[in-house]
């Protein structure tokens, strides 16, 4: 085995293991999180970064093909622009349909949340 | 023979389920429904059903979820709740049929057994061998699916026209006016008026709400419909045909009439040329197999199509397969505009 080979290994299990980590993180963060906002404001980050990650670590570990190395890039793609676009909307129809973030509350002068 | 993914994917889907029952708020149902097809397709590529995970993933979590929503916007979000005390006797046979379907699955194979009696059957060994000579295409799955068994999809694909025809009869009735909206729509700015005709007081800058969903489905429909177009005609050689790419592509429309509303959609594929198109797929796909028997084969046998058994069987199969293709896109296109028609994304939506 190359040296070559050995470090994109290497940096491709790093890459998983990291995108692994930033989607376990996503799902603590829709356990622990109060709010809506707040849960949707941690998994949009999250579920662009991790499975970008992930797929950037099977890119290190599939540069002996470049039809794989090509259809991870496509899937890269689709996600970079699905993951954002589909929070946004999710947020944007809470927020339309009423749900309010709980710091416009409080400035309005209406119920006193709990911090 | 089961390993860490199988027992993880099957222990999600049971969770899945259990939640399905004991949820009340049908939206959040419709959600986990979604999940539980998504995971259903996760086994499926685990057990190197590829044909069959695509199906699912497409129909499962994508079109189903899609027709789901639109009737919720219709009917209630949540479920009436149950009444408390116990009924007896559908309690008796609920038990009495489940403890039958359990014993049932007693005397199946067990999971990934080399030796079950799909696995050792004559015809496995058949197709597997001699499909590469006799039928040609590269995928197997496909070589049964629209030769070997060509009668069965036929019979699939009069069944989904069947039901389509059923729902356009109890649901569609007299075309609602509102679908074949003319006249002002057509104009280029009509959009952005009806999107401002609810919202009179709304600030100028609010009429583009959906701006960033517009650009993303604008950009994003073209590949959708071109993946749609290669898993159509890619089936002989990898995974996919008809029925999946049907489904693709409907749901490369479906998902430009969620965002820009119905009525752009219904101008390029309006009902009228629907019902046409569901009727054509499969009467081509019947006019293949009588095609085949004018020239002197059996019915749907593809062979005598062209010079050569093989080149006959490829064109057969792409025909057949375009024919599926379209009935599916048809149908599943035309119960998502009956469903949104009644009120869901149409132009008097709420922007």
Same mark, same amino acid.
């Given at each position: 085995?190359?040296?070559?080979?050995?470090?994109?290994?290497?940096?491709?299990?790093? $890459?998983?293991?990291?995108?692994?980590?930033?989607?376990?993180?996503?799902?603590?963060?829709?356990?622990?999180?109060?709010?809506?906002?707040?849960?949707?404001?941690?998994?949009?980050? *999250?579920?662009?970064?991790?499975?970008?990650?992930?797929?950037?670590?099977? #890119?290190?570990?599939?540069?002996?093909?470049?039809?794989?190395?090509?259809?991870?890039?496509?899937?890269? #793609?689709?996600?970079?622009?699905?993951?954002?676009?589909? =929070?946004?909307?999710? #947020?944007?129809?809470?927020?339309?349909?009423?749900?309010?973030?709980? =710091?416009?509350?409080?400035?309005?002068?209406?119920?006193?949340?709990?911090? | 023979?089961?390993?860490?993914?199988?027992?993880?994917?099957?222990?999600?889907?049971?969770?899945?389920?259990?939640?399905?029952?004991?949820?009340?708020?049908?939206?959040?149902?419709?959600?986990?429904?979604?999940?539980?097809?998504? $995971?259903?397709?996760?086994?499926?590529?685990?057990?190197?059903?590829?044909?069959?995970?695509?199906?699912?993933?497409?129909?499962?979590?994508?079109?189903?979820?899609?027709?789901?929503?639109?009737?919720?916007?219709?009917?209630?979000?949540?479920?009436?709740?149950?009444?408390?005390?116990?009924?007896?006797?559908?309690?008796?046979?609920?038990?009495?049929?489940?403890?039958?379907?359990?014993?049932?699955?007693?005397?199946?194979?067990?999971?990934?057994?080399?030796?079950?009696? =799909?696995?050792?059957?004559?015809?496995?060994?058949?197709?597997?061998?001699? =499909?590469?000579?006799?039928?040609?295409?590269? *995928?197997?799955?496909?070589?049964?699916?629209?030769?070997?068994?060509?009668?069965?999809?036929?019979?699939?694909?009069?069944?989904?026209?069947?039901?389509?025809?059923?729902?356009?009869?109890?649901?569609?009735?007299?075309?609602?006016?509102?679908?074949?909206?003319?006249?002002? &729509?057509?104009?280029?700015?009509?959009?952005?008026?009806?999107?401002?005709?609810?919202?009179?007081?709304?600030?100028?800058?609010?009429?583009?709400? *959906?701006?960033?969903?517009?650009?993303?489905?604008?950009?994003?429909?073209?590949?959708?419909?071109?993946?749609?177009?290669?898993?159509?005609?890619?089936?002989?050689?990898?995974?996919?045909?008809?029925?999946?790419?049907? &489904?693709?592509?409907?749901?490369?429309?479906?998902?430009?009439?969620?965002?820009?509303?119905?009525?752009?959609?219904?101008?390029?594929?309006?009902?009228?040329?629907?019902?046409?198109?569901?009727?054509?797929? &499969?009467?081509?796909?019947?006019?293949?197999?009588?095609?085949?028997?004018?020239?002197?084969? *059996?019915?749907?046998?593809?062979?005598?199509?062209?010079?050569?058994?093989?080149?006959?069987?490829?064109?057969?199969?792409?025909?057949?397969?375009?024919?599926?293709?379209?009935?599916?896109?048809?149908?599943?296109?035309?119960?998502?505009?009956?469903?949104?028609?009644?009120?869901?994304?149409?132009?008097?939506?709420?922007?």
């Amino acid at each position: 085995m190359g040296v070559t080979t050995l470090v994109l290994d290497v940096v491709g299990g790093l $890459l998983l293991a990291a995108g692994s980590f930033v989607l376990l993180a996503a799902a603590v963060a829709i356990w622990r999180l109060p709010t809506f906002y707040t849960r949707i404001h941690a998994i949009s980050v *999250n579920d662009t970064l991790g499975p970008g990650l992930i797929l950037l670590g099977l #890119a290190c570990r599939a540069t002996h093909s470049w039809e794989i190395l090509v259809k991870l890039g496509l899937i890269l #793609a689709f996600l970079l622009i699905t993951g954002p676009v589909s =929070s946004h909307a999710l #947020a944007k129809a809470a927020y339309r349909s009423g749900l309010e973030p709980r =710091s416009y509350r409080r400035a309005k002068g209406g119920p006193p949340s709990t911090p | 023979m089961l390993n860490l993914v199988d027992v993880l994917l099957f222990f999600f889907l049971a969770v899945t389920a259990l939640g399905l029952v004991r949820l009340r708020d049908l939206f959040a149902a419709t959600m986990l429904l979604s999940l539980f097809s998504l $995971l259903s397709a996760g086994l499926f590529i685990v057990m190197d059903a590829v044909d069959v995970a695509i199906t699912e993933a497409a129909v499962g979590a994508g079109i189903s979820t899609m027709l789901l929503l639109a009737t919720l916007a219709i009917t209630k979000r949540r479920e009436k709740a149950p009444r408390r005390e116990v009924e007896l006797v559908p309690l008796m046979v609920v038990l009495v049929v489940g403890g039958a379907l359990v014993w049932g699955t007693l005397e199946m194979p067990e999971y990934g057994d080399p030796d079950a009696p =799909s696995q050792t059957s004559p015809m496995t060994r058949h197709f597997l061998e001699k =499909s590469r000579d006799e039928v040609g295409a590269p *995928n197997i799955v496909t070589s049964i699916l629209a030769s070997y068994r060509g009668y069965d999809t036929f019979g699939e694909a009069t069944v989904i026209f069947t039901a389509a025809v059923g729902a356009l009869m109890l649901l569609g009735g007299r075309r609602p006016k509102d679908a074949r909206l003319t006249g002002s &729509v057509l104009q280029p700015h009509n959009r952005q008026s009806l999107a401002g005709a609810g919202a009179d007081e709304m600030q100028p800058k609010e009429l583009h709400l *959906n701006r960033i969903l517009e650009v993303a489905t604008k950009s994003l429909v073209p590949f959708i419909m071109m993946f749609g177009l290669y898993v159509q005609f890619h089936g002989d050689y990898g995974p996919g045909g008809g029925f999946q790419a049907g &489904v693709i592509f409907a749901t490369g429309v479906a998902l430009y009439a969620l965002v820009f509303g119905l009525t752009p959609a219904q101008r390029v594929l309006p009902p009228r040329l629907l019902e046409a198109l569901l009727a054509l797929g &499969v009467f081509l796909f019947g006019a293949i197999g009588l095609w085949t028997m004018v020239l002197g084969g *059996n019915f749907l046998e593809y062979g005598v199509l062209s010079d050569g058994p093989l080149h006959g069987q490829h064109l057969g199969i792409l025909l057949v397969e375009l024919a599926v293709g379209i009935t599916v896109a048809a149908v599943m296109l035309a119960l998502f505009f009956l469903f949104a028609g009644r009120g869901f994304c149409g132009p008097q939506r709420k922007r």
